[in-house]
Structure formats: structure tokens, C-alpha cells
């Protein structure tokens, strides 16, 4: 049986126009902050407003639309601060382990001990047995 495979598996949504939620929710709330900071310093410090706005709104607008090697460029930053805050190990460094050593000693061998138990001589059914197959008429 034949099966369907998604061609697009990395493919989001969009639901906010042409834009996906996540690129939606990247300019809404750098647009909202801009829009609170106007309404606090925005009338009696007009520069400190627009250079703080540009500096939200442009970089939410980054944050929406700018990838690095195919991963949104918010992934990319929270993939190297934690890379850079975690302790680092390199795995090449191999640890220092104790040395083994042979040694190598030559082979003598060794007489057979003598046994405790006494081994029977042939027995005499035996005996007549190799007489009577070796005699010749």
C-alpha cells in the first residue's frame, strides 16, 4: 500500500494575511511597545520616541522575516546564547586513563604432579582378551 508523503513538513500556516502567527505576533508587539512608548515620552521627547521605535519595530520586523540557513533568526539567537552560557566540553580531548602493562614470561612446563589415586593396571578379562586375538594357530 502507497502512502502520501508531505512534501512541505517545515511549512507554517498564515493566518494573519500573508503572514504566519509567529511572524504576526513579531511585528503586533514591537508595534504595541512603540505605540506605549509614544503615549509615555513620546509628545515631550519626540527623538528618544522615534530612535526607540525604529530600534523595536526594526528589529521585530527581523525577527519576522530573516532567516539563517533556512531557521528563523530567533532560533539562531537562542540556539547561540545557549550555547555560549552553557560550560563547554570538548568531546575530542580524550581523558587521561592509567597505562596498562604486560608482561611476558616464557612458557615452561610444568611435570605432571603424581596422582593421589592409584590407576588400576589392565585387568585381567583384559589381558586375555589381547592374548587370544594376538595368538596365531
Known amino acids: 500500500m502507497l502512502f502520501k508523503v508531505p512534501k512541505f ?4 500556516t498564515k493566518l494573519i494575511g500573508p ?7 513579531f511585528i503586533i508587539i514591537p508595534s504595541g511597545m512603540a505605540f506605549l512608548i509614544y503615549l509615555a515620552i513620546g509628545k ?6 522615534f530612535l526607540s ?6 528589529g521585530g520586523i527581523a525577527f519576522a522575516f530573516v532567516r539563517v540557513e533556512g531557521r528563523p533568526l530567533s532560533t539562531v539567537l537562542l540556539n547561540f546564547f545557549k550555547h555560549s552560557t552553557r560550560p563547554q566540553r570538548y568531546l575530542w580531548q580524550k581523558p587521561e586513563r592509567p ?3 604486560f608482561e611476558i614470561k616464557k612458557y615452561v612446563p610444568q611435570k605432571p604432579e603424581e596422582s ?4 588400576p593396571e589392565a585387568s585381567h578379562l583384559r ?3 589381547i592374548k587370544v586375538e594376538t595368538q596365531t594357530k
Do not use: D, M
Request: glycine share 6%; net charge positive.
Open 9 to 12: 513538513i517545515e511549512y507554517e
Open 19 to 25: 503572514l504566519t502567527v509567529r511572524q504576526g505576533l
Open 44 to 49: 515631550t521627547n519626540f527623538p528618544l520616541f
Open 53 to 58: 521605535s525604529i530600534f523595536l519595530i526594526g
Open 99 to 101: 597505562v596498562l602493562t
Open 116 to 119: 593421589p589415586f592409584q590407576i
Open 127 to 129: 589381558r586375555a582378551k
